[in-house]
């Protein structure tokens, strides 16, 4: 096939306003093809999550620069609980339609976002010799690629968490960020 | 546990499609777009850039898609059977589309036996912001939806073959299936 002439290309068109809805169907069978398609060639269950999380961090990158765009007027975070709060509201709200259920400190370097349940585990059943996959390894991944890109490198895993009196597990999102994170932190101030 | 509300049966595909369309739940069509491009990527990246094995692989995981979803839009929609292929065409463009991703389209471009449409879509929610580079102009990108209308209908014994005919990523003009 020709190609005619030079295209616009889609940075030279305006920022589409991102209300466009697919339904959660077409979503939810894309995710389970996703899934299916990496357990066929991941050895391990930890392949198997990984994959999905490097999956997971191009959809992060590109989120943070879009919403960047559209959502902050360009305005660059460079403060530990202001990216921790952009994903958990701002990222959770455009992606998955609400805000994150909690955001809370362990350490002075470990964070824990929390979700009940996360929109991409909602029609997943972990057959039982899979044992404790996560398929919110997904979410994690986007996690990793906003923090990543915005400059707080830091390890993302999702891990399932019993809450008492009820049956289903929540999901938390660890992130255990960089030395230099803090370092930074520190020489900013408060 | 609430009662899913069901869509009524309108009089025509349209009405049928844009009623399932407002009762079914939705997401955020970029966190679509975007795990559709990481998948695209992936594949990609394993098949070493041989486009012609991605574009069947992607073929492939359609139909394995279309599969399982023509169960859900049998429940949603409550179609009845189509008495001729051109009932069929419509309802996949009007009904199958609309309920799925939302999007509009019109089908048209018969050949004279009635057997070879062609549906234009309005937009590609698989395609925003994308842009093939050069080494992948023979990439069908959105490839995996001719995949999924395949699956699908020949779960209910049609068989097509499904196609793109116009592709705005590859320079052709707006989006369009051709189904014969």
Known sequence: MQRKGPQISSVDRPLPKGKSEVSLSAFAFLFSEIVQYHRTRASSIAELERRLEDAGTGVGVRML???????????????????????????????????????????????VISDRSPL???F???????????????????????????????EVSAYYAPVEGQIHPRTNFFMKFSPEVLDREARLGT | MAQRPTAPRGRNPEQTGQAAWMATEKVNAELFTLTYGAIVRQVLHDYEDCVEDVNKKLDSMGFDIGCRLVEDFLAKTSTTRC??????????AKVGLRLFLGIGTRVGEWNPEGTECVITLDTNPLADFVELPEKYRDLSFSQMLCGVIRGALEMVS??????????????GDGYAIRLL
């Open chain 1, 124 to 154: 997943i059943s972990v057959p039982k010799d899979l044992g404790d996959l996560n398929c919110a390894a997904f979410v994690a991944g986007i996690i990793k690629g906003v923090l990543d890109i915005a400059g707080f490198p830091a």
């Open chain 2, 83 to 92: 008495g001729d292929f051109k009932e069929t065409a419509e309802v996949v």
């Open chain 2, 158 to 171: 049609v068989r097509v073959t499904c196609e793109w005919a116009r592709d705005a990523l590859r320079g």
């Open chain 1, 120 to 122: 991409v585990n909602r």
């Open chain 1, 65 to 111: 620069e879009i919403l960047s765009y559209r959502e902050k007027g360009n305005r660059r975070e460079i403060r530990l609980q202001g990216i921790l709060q952009f994903i958990n509201t701002n990222i959770w709200r455009c992606l998955f339609g609400k805000v994150a259920d909690s955001l809370e400190v362990y350490n002075d370097d470990e964070y």
